[in-house]
């Protein structure tokens, strides 16, 4: 069955730090893969996905993952955090053929920049 | 261009009420997603509807029901409600049912069942 893992469920980490947020994924098929970022309170944001091509995608503020097919993993990284990265992230895929677009996520890491 | 959007924002409710949670799509997006996301853990799909119909479920018992307006607006009802119920409901927008689409999240209802 399809899953995802993100290892990690708390990542604390001091601000203009380097940071990597793991995730491996499990499925039969072919997937889309998609990090996204939950501010408290808020809904999901969208910070990259991956859907062919390089295996190195680049998303927004800052934030970079790269595929690995051989691993099945979709690592997430930032080479120097801000305290206001602060945030819990959701690693996802979507299946290549699935009779709908649906996300299956992992259950989060929490990002705790620290001054 | 709007984005997503749902209400309410917050609703207390008592075991065996039923709810109503709507969500309006962003301009343009056909398809729309509701999750469940229990605290301290990823969103789980709950369903999709594409075009008023709806075209894939997860692993929700059939009290959870939904509807998509001609507008693509959409809702999700619960009735029963059990305290395993108390969640985060996201609502998600796409254009088209693309695997490649990216979904768009409302800020999402929290839901307290007593």
């Known amino acids: 069955a399809q899953s995802v893992t993100q290892l990690d469920s708390q990542v604390p980490v001091f601000e203009e730090a380097p940071v990597e947020l793991r995730c491996n994924y499990s499925?039969?098929?072919?997937?889309?893969l998609f990090w996204y970022v939950q501010y408290p309170n808020q809904g999901l944001q969208l910070l990259l996905k991956?859907?062919?091509?390089?295996?190195l995608v680049k998303g927004i503020n800052g934030f970079e993952a790269e595929f690995n097919k051989s691993q099945t993993s979709f690592h997430l990284r930032k080479p120097s955090v801000h305290i206001s990265d602060t945030a819990e992230y959701f690693c996802?895929?979507?299946?290549?053929?699935?009779?709908?677009?649906?996300?299956?996520f992992g259950t989060g890491t929490l990002l705790a920049v620290q001054p | 261009e709007t984005g997503v959007t749902q209400s309410p924002t917050h609703l207390i409710k008592t075991r065996g009420q039923q709810v109503t949670l709507r969500c309006s799509s962003q301009s343009g997006h056909n398809t729309v997603s509701w999750y469940q996301q229990a605290l301290g853990q990823g969103p789980q799909f709950i369903f999709q509807y594409y075009r008023e119909e709806e075209n894939g479920r997860g692993n929700f018992p059939p009290r959870f029901s939904g509807l998509q307006f001609p507008n693509y607006s959409s809702e999700l009802n619960v009735n029963a409600l059990e305290l395993d119920d108390s969640a985060l409901y996201l609502c998600a927008s796409s254009n088209g049912q693309g695997w490649e689409e990216t979904q768009y999240f409302g800020p999402g209802t929290r839901l307290l069942v007593l």
């Open positions: 996802a895929v979507s299946e290549y053929g699935g009779a709908t677009n649906k996300l299956i």
């Open positions: 499925s039969s098929v072919s997937v889309y």
């Open positions: 991956y859907l062919s091509g390089s295996t």
